[in-house]
């Protein structure tokens, strides 16, 4: 690019006077020398010279372009210098402030500054080691990038969302360097808003509620239940009561859950039948595989000793916590009075009483009250009656669920 030169229309025809240091009409007909010109760029390199005064220089190309800035000394880019920079294809143009020089915008010294597509640069000469930029950013571009790995190419404004870590990104320019940034924490979209509790007394489907992100799964194993007695004259038969079911808790995400699953509720045992029976086992309540709790054991009935029923045992439950149930109590025998024992209470309590009675008589054992609890054993005081034992409860699910 050549100098070009601009005329006064107006020519003054007086003479220059002896003083120097003043304008004179010499210096107002003279011809004013001025740069204005226009140079494309579409390789991969560039370096700027003296002669982009006053020049636009556009970049174009795809691939990324290394522009060299030479240190305004020895005479090149002088005081008042200028020139202006402009990106308007996809590869980023960076600039390189050659021999220690620096690129000062928005008051940051850069040694290298990267323009995107759409942005134009201004650089000016100081005379000294230093340039001064002014940057004008390309307007962003309307709509967001969904996609699993970030877009090649971004102008500063761009949006991204990342359909791999479900998380929206802006690419930003700090003054120094542009990169992308969080706009929306996948921490604060997983934030919890809702919670929901689906509660299971019987056998079915567990469907999580839509948008679940957790849920915490409890499970209550049946309760056994309590035995009978068979009474005889002259005898004090006492039975043991039922076994409370385990407990055990599990907390998983949505994908483990999946669609659905399967919940299986402990049965109740049975109590022993009047007479000299054994209560029945409660059954293992279950939510798939996922979360499992053992059913209590049945009373014993009275021979020569009448025990309770085992507490529902930490072997096979599954969950983060396991914990074994409470077992029933062994039937009491005085030297002339009788009680059955008490059915073991669960995680919510309501073990069924033992039977009691002053003499004469057999009282049944109580039923259970409350989900996993176990049933009391019967006893006789010096009667010929029989009795049952209290029926145990059945389990419970409770599922709560975090949406």
């Given at each position: 690019?050549?100098?070009?030169?601009?005329?006064?229309?107006?020519?003054?025809?007086?003479?220059?006077?002896?003083?120097?240091?003043?304008?004179?009409?010499?210096?107002?007909?003279?011809?004013?020398?001025?740069?204005?010109?226009?140079?494309?760029?579409?390789?991969?390199?560039?370096?700027?010279?003296?002669?982009?005064?006053?020049?636009?220089?556009?970049?174009?190309?795809?691939?990324?372009?290394?522009?060299?800035?030479?240190?305004?000394?020895?005479?090149?880019?002088?005081?008042?210098?200028?020139?202006?920079?402009?990106?308007?294809?996809?590869?980023?143009?960076?600039?390189?402030?050659?021999?220690?020089?620096?690129?000062?915008?928005?008051?940051?010294?850069?040694?290298?500054?990267?323009?995107?597509?759409?942005?134009?640069?201004?650089?000016?000469?100081?005379?000294?080691?230093?340039?001064?930029?002014?940057?004008?950013?390309?307007?962003?571009?309307?709509?967001?990038?969904?996609?699993?790995?970030?877009?090649?190419?971004?102008?500063?404004?761009?949006?991204?969302?990342?359909?791999?870590?479900?998380?929206?990104y802006l690419w930003y320019d700090?003054?120094?360097?542009?990169?992308?940034?969080?706009?929306?924490?996948?921490?604060?979209?997983?934030?919890?808003?809702?919670?929901?509790?689906?509660?299971?007394?019987?056998?079915?489907?567990?469907?999580?509620?839509?948008?679940?992100?957790?849920?915490?799964?409890?499970?209550?194993?049946?309760?056994?239940?309590?035995?009978?007695?068979?009474?005889?004259?002259?005898?004090?038969?006492?039975?043991?009561?039922?076994?409370?079911?385990?407990?055990?808790?599990?907390?998983?995400?949505?994908?483990?859950?999946?669609?659905?699953?399967?919940?299986?509720?402990?049965?109740?045992?049975?109590?022993?039948?009047?007479?000299?029976?054994?209560?029945?086992?409660?059954?293992?309540?279950?939510?798939?595989t996922l979360c499992i709790a053992?059913?209590?054991?049945?009373?014993?009935?009275?021979?020569?000793?009448?025990?309770?029923?085992?507490?529902?045992?930490?072997?096979?439950?599954?969950?983060?916590?396991?914990?074994?149930?409470?077992?029933?109590?062994?039937?009491?025998?005085?030297?002339?009075?009788?009680?059955?024992?008490?059915?073991?209470?669960?995680?919510?309590?309501?073990?069924?009483?033992?039977?009691?009675?002053?003499?004469?008589?057999?009282?049944?054992?109580?039923?259970?009250?409350?989900?996993?609890?176990?049933?009391?054993?019967?006893?006789?005081?010096?009667?010929?009656?029989?009795?049952?034992?209290?029926?145990?409860?059945?389990?419970?699910?409770?599922?709560?669920?975090?949406?």
């Amino acid at each position: 690019m050549t100098a070009k030169s601009l005329t006064h229309a107006f020519v003054s025809g007086v003479a220059d006077g002896t003083d120097a240091t003043l304008v004179r009409p010499s210096n107002w007909n003279a011809d004013h020398v001025f740069w204005l010109g226009y140079r494309p760029v579409t390789t991969a390199s560039d370096t700027i010279a003296h002669a982009d005064h006053f020049t636009l220089i556009t970049y174009n190309s795809v691939s990324a372009v290394a522009v060299t800035l030479p240190a305004p000394t020895g005479g090149n880019m002088p005081l008042g210098w200028k020139t202006t920079l402009r990106n308007i294809s996809s590869g980023a143009v960076t600039i390189t402030g050659g021999g220690g020089s620096t690129i000062n915008i928005a008051g940051v010294a850069n040694a290298s500054y990267v323009i995107n597509q759409g942005d134009t640069l201004d650089i000016y000469s100081i005379g000294t080691t230093a340039y001064y930029g002014v940057v004008v950013k390309a307007p962003a571009a309307a709509g967001v990038t969904i996609s699993a790995t970030a877009p090649a190419s971004p102008s500063v404004g761009s949006l991204w969302w990342d359909s791999n870590g479900g998380q929206l990104y802006l690419w930003y320019d700090d003054g120094t360097s542009q990169q992308w940034v969080v706009v929306i924490n996948a921490a604060v979209l997983g934030a919890i808003t809702t919670v929901n509790v689906q509660k299971f007394i019987a056998s079915g489907t567990y469907t999580p509620i839509a948008n679940m992100k957790y849920c915490t799964i409890e499970c209550v194993g049946g309760g056994g239940g309590g035995a009978g007695v068979a009474g005889s004259s002259g005898a004090y038969p006492a039975a043991g009561g039922g076994g409370s079911g385990g407990y055990s808790r599990r907390t998983v995400s949505a994908a483990t859950i999946g669609a659905s699953q399967t919940v299986t509720i402990g049965t109740a045992g049975g109590g022993g039948a009047a007479g000299s029976n054994n209560g029945s086992a409660g059954g293992a309540t279950s939510v798939g595989t996922l979360c499992i709790a053992n059913g209590g054991g049945g009373g014993a009935a009275f021979s020569t000793t009448a025990a309770g029923g085992a507490g529902g045992v930490i072997a096979g439950a599954v969950g983060d916590v396991t914990a074994a149930g409470s077992p029933g109590q062994g039937g009491s025998v005085p030297s002339s009075f009788a009680t059955g024992g008490n059915g073991g209470s669960s995680f919510f309590g309501g073990g069924g009483l033992g039977g009691a009675n002053s003499g004469g008589a057999a009282t049944a054992g109580g039923a259970a009250s409350n989900y996993g609890s176990g049933g009391g054993g019967a006893n006789s005081n010096n009667s010929t009656a029989t009795a049952a034992g209290g029926a145990g409860s059945a389990g419970f699910v409770i599922i709560t669920e975090y949406i």
